[in-house]
């Protein structure tokens, strides 16, 4: 009933907008960005942050009644000094809010979940289903100009099936504030435009284009006009997300649009029209993005799964990984000297923990990068991590999950596995020559 209403008030709004649509901008051709003026600013430097999600799990007689989380966001180490001062209180109210919002959101689950298993006993049922709200957050950008996190949420509450979306946060890295589309874009109506016109360019077969994408666009630029478009603040330009049922069917999935700043110069304000040199993008697994590198080339890139295992779309090409792999976490990584990686930690069908794979984007197609050693980017492996390995796939206990994120490409902190002697050794890591992780020192995790 809930999704009901939901798909029902969007539509209403839909029928609402008027029927004179803005005149969309012409974009620079995405194979023509290498020749079109470049925004990098050298004076853009990371910061480094982690991400920690905290699972809880409850339970009746009758097995789990919920699975829940909560994922916090914080520095590692000492930041410059601006940054911490504007971004440091603001991180601390952040996850304090999150922290808030999910202890009401698990108590009413929790509530829903007790009652629904009540009933269904009382009626003799001996299927009893987990209610579920998990969450996570991927860094789109973390350096002294912005912080911008893609917050990503999955839910069950009974029905025939679950729900799940995103909602970007962007955050002034100097002053703390949180960012509107009028302090990043100088014209909504334009913005609106420009959106529509990708998303017709990326999504030719979607069932929003049966109309021509006309009721898509005017969703777009009701959004836009309202000031409700989730978007993040991307290294190289803003990237827009429509959960489902906003304009496509639950089926479709969530889609996304990319709106580089060498494409669109003019909707950027100036302060915000800013690349740095290198960079590190996370990406959530199956929505994929465009950007550009350091070189003035650009991309887009897609990480997926199918039945055999890891997807990397890059561009036309495809390289299917095989190997049955579980909670992607990929990060795009460009180098100041043009050059650019995937680096993808998943957990592989019967490890109990993360393994980073590392691929190279520099030809036309993916290739995979030969990795000597076992390493991840998680950050609460213990020393003795053989002993307590603990099971990824489903949660079964009240349990911790901590990501280094990585910022810079030539400082970045990741855990190497020893497999001969089960021990495991916290690095600080730069992209290698040949992109693997190249381990500059290495300290016992104890």
């Avoid at 539509?11 to 051709?29: E, H, N, R, Y």
């Avoid at 909560?70 to 109210?93: H, I, N």
């Avoid at 009701?222 to 304009?247: E, H, M, R």
């Avoid at 040199?277 to 199918?306: H, I, N, Q």
Wanted: hydrophobic content about 40%; aromatic content about 10%.
């Amino acid at each position: 009933m809930k999704k009901m209403k939901f798909a029902t008030a969007f539509a209403a709004v839909m029928l609402s907008v008027g029927a004179s649509l803005p005149a969309w901008p012409t974009a620079v051709p995405f194979s023509a960005v290498c020749e079109a003026a470049s925004y990098i600013d050298e004076s853009i430097r990371p910061i480094q942050v982690n991400v920690h999600t905290h699972y809880t799990v409850d339970r009746d007689n009758d097995g789990v009644l919920l699975r829940t989380s909560l994922t916090r966001v914080s520095f590692v180490g000492s930041q410059t000094g601006e940054v911490d001062k504007a971004l440091g209180p603001v991180l601390w109210k952040y996850n304090d809010e999150k922290e808030q919002r999910a202890q009401n959101t698990r108590e009413k689950m929790l509530g829903f979940a007790k009652q629904d298993r009540a009933e269904r006993r009382a009626a003799g049922a001996n299927f009893f289903p987990e209610y579920e709200n998990v969450t996570d957050i991927f860094v789109r950008r973390a350096d002294t100009l912005a912080l911008s996190l893609l917050e990503c949420s999955q839910s069950y509450e009974g029905g025939v099936h679950g729900m799940y979306g995103v909602v970007g946060r962007n955050f002034d890295a100097k002053s703390g504030r949180e960012l509107t589309l009028d302090d990043v874009f100088t014209d909504r109506n334009e913005l609106a435009g420009a959106i529509a016109a990708q998303l017709r360019r990326d999504y030719p077969s979607a069932s929003f284009m049966e109309s021509g994408g006309v009721g898509m666009a005017e969703m777009v630029e009701q959004l836009a006009k309202d000031g409700v478009l989730i978007w993040t603040l991307d290294p190289c330009g803003a990237s827009f997300y429509f959960n489902p049922y906003i304009i496509g069917s639950y089926a479709e999935g969530i889609f996304t649009a990319t709106i580089l700043f060498d494409e669109y110069p003019a909707l950027f304000a100036e302060k915000y029209r800013r690349a740095p040199k290198s960079y590190c993008m996370e990406l959530r697994p199956w929505l994929p993005v465009r950007t550009t590198f350091a070189d003035g080339s650009g991309t887009s890139v897609k990480v997926t799964t199918t039945d055999g295992g890891l997807r990397i779309v890059k561009g036309g090409a495809i390289l299917d990984d095989w190997g049955e792999t579980y909670g992607l976490r990929p990060v795009l990584v460009s180098l100041a000297d043009g050059r650019r990686y995937l680096y993808v930690d998943g957990v592989v069908a019967g490890d109990a923990w993360e393994r980073t794979r590392v691929y190279d984007l520099n030809g036309s197609a993916p290739v995979r990068v030969p990795m000597a050693r076992q390493m991840a980017r998680r950050g609460d492996i213990g020393e003795d991590y053989a002993e307590a390995e603990r099971g990824p796939i489903r949660i079964e206990e009240n349990r911790d999950k901590v990501f280094y994120i990585m910022a810079n490409p030539e400082d970045f902190y990741m855990t190497l596995m020893d497999e001969s002697t089960g021990k495991a050794e916290l690095c600080q890591c730069r992209v290698g020559a040949d992109g693997a992780p190249e381990i500059l020192w290495t300290q016992d995790m104890g």
